[in-house]
């Protein structure tokens, strides 16, 4: 079974809209941790947010949010404001607690395209 | 210290030939990562490191990849008798511990012809 699960391979936003970028991860350990990271075309990942297990708030960054809704698993990512170059590929990873390295396992992806 | 440097960005080379990548973390973090990314895939994990000990291996590690990191600073990632199923991104991270963010390198690009 899929750990990370991204179901929208592409999306489009107008520029300084708002989306949402949809997670659902599948996990028995109490104790784990998500992390988005973006990655345009020259190949880095860039780290934008980290959400633990036991946050009692969701976590923001400044135009970055995530709703996290632990009954639900899902871990979505918000950007506010969106601005040309957010137009990258997003990846949703979970790091899980117990038994683990720290390695993360990542979704397939979403690749976000920014209209002007 | 500027962030995790992969060397080289970009490597092209003959189905069969060994090819080796160089990561180099930053310096203060013990734990460093490979993983490998296939086009329109996320990254997957390969193998991790603490200080110089490899702690964990993938199954995606076949035979032919073998990881190094002597005196737990820079690491190496060795393919010999390249296939072109191994033509990805190599992907080097690394992190202070357990709990903290990773951070990545460049990547490495790979096209096995």
């Known amino acids: 079974a899929q750990k990370i699960t991204q179901t929208q391979p592409g999306m489009f936003v107008q520029e300084k809209e708002a989306v949402t970028l949809d997670c659902t991860y599948d996990?028995?350990?109490?104790?784990?941790?998500l992390f988005w990271y973006k990655q345009p075309s020259s190949g880095e990942m860039i780290f934008l947010i980290y959400?633990?297990?036991?946050?009692?708030q969701n976590a923001t960054e400044g135009r970055y949010s995530l709703n996290f809704q632990k009954a639900r698993k899902s871990a979505n990512l918000v950007i506010s404001a969106s601005q040309l170059g957010d137009s990258a590929m997003y990846f949703c990873a979970m790091r899980e607690g117990r038994g683990s390295q720290g390695n993360l396992i990542f979704g397939k992806g979403t690749k976000l395209s920014v209209k002007p | 210290d500027t962030g995790v440097s992969q060397d080289p960005r970009h490597k092209i080379t003959k189905r069969g030939q060994n090819v080796t990548f160089r990561c180099d973390p930053i310096?203060?973090?013990?734990?460093l990562y490979w993983y490998r990314q296939t086009l329109g895939q996320g990254p997957e994990f390969l193998t991790y490191f603490q200080n110089e000990a490899q702690l964990e291996k993938s199954r995606l590690l076949s035979d032919r990849f073998s990881a190094e990191r002597p005196k737990g600073s820079f690491s190496t990632l060795e393919i010999q008798r390249t296939e072109q199923g191994d033509s990805a991104m190599y992907l080097c991270?690394?992190?202070?511990?357990?709990?903290?963010?990773?951070?990545f390198g460049s990547g490495t690009r790979l096209t096995v012809v």
């Open positions: 310096s203060e973090h013990n734990r």
């Open positions: 959400q633990g297990s036991y946050d009692q």
């Open positions: 991270a690394s992190s202070p511990d357990r709990t903290q963010g990773y951070t």
């Open positions: 996990t028995s350990d109490p104790s784990y941790g």
